[in-house]
């Protein structure tokens, strides 16, 4: 089991626009896509990215099968017009692990 960890600002004023694709577009893409969401975390103060989303997948070469797809090159460019700063990293968690 590998974690998928995504990570962004949202574009100045176009929050409302962010929050209506996330929820009608982003997430079933990506949960359609085997991307087992977990944690969703909006940073209100303090530094860092203001989005965190994470979730599980598999094993690392379904994370990664699933960053190289050209459903994740679209989503993430229709993501970079509400968004910027993204960045997204595959890590494995160590030690007692239960989803």
Do not use: C
């Amino acid at each position: 089991m590998v974690r998928v960890i995504m990570t962004w600002d949202i574009r100045e004023h176009r929050e409302r626009e962010y929050i209506d694709f996330a929820v009608s577009e982003l997430s079933p893409r990506l949960q359609a896509l085997g991307l087992q969401i977990s944690d969703v975390w909006y940073t209100l103060a303090g530094n860092g990215p203001e989005m965190i989303i994470s979730g599980f997948m598999d094993n690392h070469s379904e994370a990664l099968a699933l960053l190289h797809s050209r459903e994740w090159q679209h989503l993430e460019e229709r993501l970079s017009d509400y968004v910027e700063h993204i960045r997204v990293k595959v890590v494995t968690p160590k030690g007692p692990f239960q989803m």
